[in-house]
């Protein structure tokens, strides 16, 4: 095992303003000897995800910034190559939050690591519409939103991750369900494909006349996942006693300086007649993720929820598919094939 050699990609320099591929490093460590206890994984998949963008900064309110030098976080999935570890054996696919690298060493400790179930699904539903996204989706939409069918919820980035689960979710409640969406054909996908009743083109559509046609009986949740000049039309349609969820705030990720979270509360709470409007993390929920993977789970292997992902071939490919993620330029869940 000695003879190793690890590849990873670090954080060379803070942004200043939008990522670029410059702002990251592919570097090469020797993989250590295995000590009692611990376990060798070789990382298959990695997730690429919009929240890691804020720890990019120099300094951050929410999360702690990830440090120069530092390995890029990040969720994976691997398999188990060596182990001197009971519970952790060859052969074993694992989940976990490694970061941006070929191998990592795990034990017991290791946070929000756990072997994955047997299933003929590919092992990158636990990275999309099984894991943090499904996760945020299903947390957001249920403990947050609460819907009541025939309720209208409108769902921003609509085609992602997180937004294609929170409107099929949202269905499957009985309500009636908008996307808002980036291009002509992410729309089409999201009604046809997702079954939501109606999608918008943000990009080309009259947001004030768009939303009046879509939403006959104003809004009852808005599902937040971008923030900026979205909010400010879906405000003029919120009913009393909307609610809105906050996952992300995505469209203000590139300003190159810390990232105010409770921006678009603050900007829905002091709205006329203020919706119920928080910023949540996934986390909040932590001891609640099995009874949520399990029911994505099922719900994906009975065919009730679909997903789609775009997959980036190569490590050293990472930083684009990243830059790509923020740009919108994605379509479902962006996932790089170590």
């Given at each position: 095992?000695?003879?190793?050699?690890?590849?990873?990609?670090?954080?060379?320099?803070h942004?200043?303003?939008?990522?670029?591929?410059?702002?990251?490093?592919?570097q090469?460590?020797?993989?250590?000897?295995?000590?009692e206890?611990?376990?060798?994984?070789?990382?298959?998949?990695?997730?690429?995800?919009?929240?890691?963008?804020?720890?990019?900064?120099r300094n951050?309110?929410?999360?702690?910034?990830?440090?120069?030098?530092?390995?890029?976080?990040?969720?994976?999935?691997?398999?188990?190559?060596?182990?001197?570890?009971?519970?952790?054996?060859?052969?074993?696919?694992?989940?976990?939050?490694?970061g941006?690298?070929?191998?990592?060493?795990?034990?017991e400790?290791?946070?929000?690591?756990?072997?994955?179930?047997s299933?003929?699904?590919?092992?990158?539903?636990?990275?999309?519409?099984?894991?943090?996204?499904?996760?945020?989706?299903?947390?957001?939409?249920?403990?947050?939103?609460?819907?009541?069918?025939?309720?209208?919820?409108?769902?921003?980035a609509a085609?992602?991750?997180?937004g294609?689960?929170v409107?099929q979710?949202?269905?499957m409640?009985?309500?009636?369900?908008?996307?808002?969406?980036?291009?002509d054909?992410?729309?089409?996908?999201?009604v046809?494909?997702?079954g939501?009743?109606?999608?918008?083109?943000?990009?080309k559509?009259d947001?004030?006349?768009?939303?009046?046609?879509?939403?006959?009986?104003?809004?009852d949740?808005?599902?937040?996942?971008?923030?900026?000049r979205?909010?400010?039309?879906?405000?003029?349609?919120?009913?009393?006693?909307?609610?809105?969820?906050?996952?992300?705030?995505?469209?203000?990720?590139?300003?190159?300086?810390?990232?105010?979270?409770?921006?678009?509360?603050k900007?829905?709470?002091?709205?006329?007649?203020?919706?119920?409007?928080?910023?949540f993390?996934?986390?909040?929920?932590?001891?609640?993720?099995?009874?949520?993977?399990?029911?994505?789970?099922?719900a994906?292997?009975?065919?009730?929820?679909?997903?789609?992902?775009?997959?980036?071939?190569?490590?050293?490919?990472?930083?684009?598919?990243f830059?790509?993620?923020?740009?919108?330029?994605?379509?479902?869940?962006?996932?790089?094939?170590?």
């Open positions: 095992m000695n003879q190793l050699k690890n590849e990873l990609i670090v954080l060379s320099r942004p200043d303003g939008e990522v670029t591929t410059e702002d990251f490093q592919l090469e460590n020797r993989v250590e000897e295995l000590k206890g611990e376990f060798l994984v070789e990382n298959r998949w990695l997730s690429i995800d919009p929240y890691t963008r804020p720890r990019l900064n951050t309110s929410f999360v702690d910034p990830i440090k120069l030098g530092e390995v890029i976080q990040g969720e994976t999935v691997g398999e188990v190559i060596s182990s001197k570890n009971s519970d952790f054996k060859s052969g074993d696919l694992i989940f976990s939050f490694s941006w690298q070929k191998y990592w060493v795990g034990n400790k290791s946070f929000a690591t756990s072997r994955l179930p299933t003929e699904l590919s092992p990158t539903v636990f990275l999309g519409i099984v894991g943090t996204p499904g996760r945020a989706a299903y947390f957001g939409l249920n403990k947050i939103a609460k819907p009541v069918p025939g309720e209208t919820l409108v769902v921003s085609s992602g991750a997180v294609s689960a409107g979710l949202g269905k409640a009985g309500c009636r369900v908008v996307g808002i969406a980036g291009s054909h992410k729309c089409r996908y999201v046809e494909e997702l939501f009743d109606q999608c918008i083109n943000y990009k559509d947001l004030n006349i768009a939303l009046s046609d879509a939403c006959p009986n104003g809004i949740i808005y599902f937040e996942n971008v923030g900026g979205v909010s400010l039309f879906v405000a003029k349609f919120l009913n009393e006693g909307a609610r809105v969820p906050i996952c992300g705030n995505v469209s203000n990720y590139n300003k190159g300086y810390d990232v105010d979270v409770s921006a678009p509360s900007f829905f709470s002091s709205l006329p007649n203020a919706p119920l409007c928080r910023f993390l996934v986390t909040e929920w932590y001891k609640d993720y099995a009874e949520a993977e399990g029911w994505l789970f099922n994906v292997q009975q065919g009730d929820l679909k997903y789609r992902e775009t997959i980036t071939y190569g490590l050293e490919n990472a930083p684009q598919a830059i790509d993620l923020l740009k919108g330029e994605h379509f479902g869940k962006q996932i790089v094939r170590v």
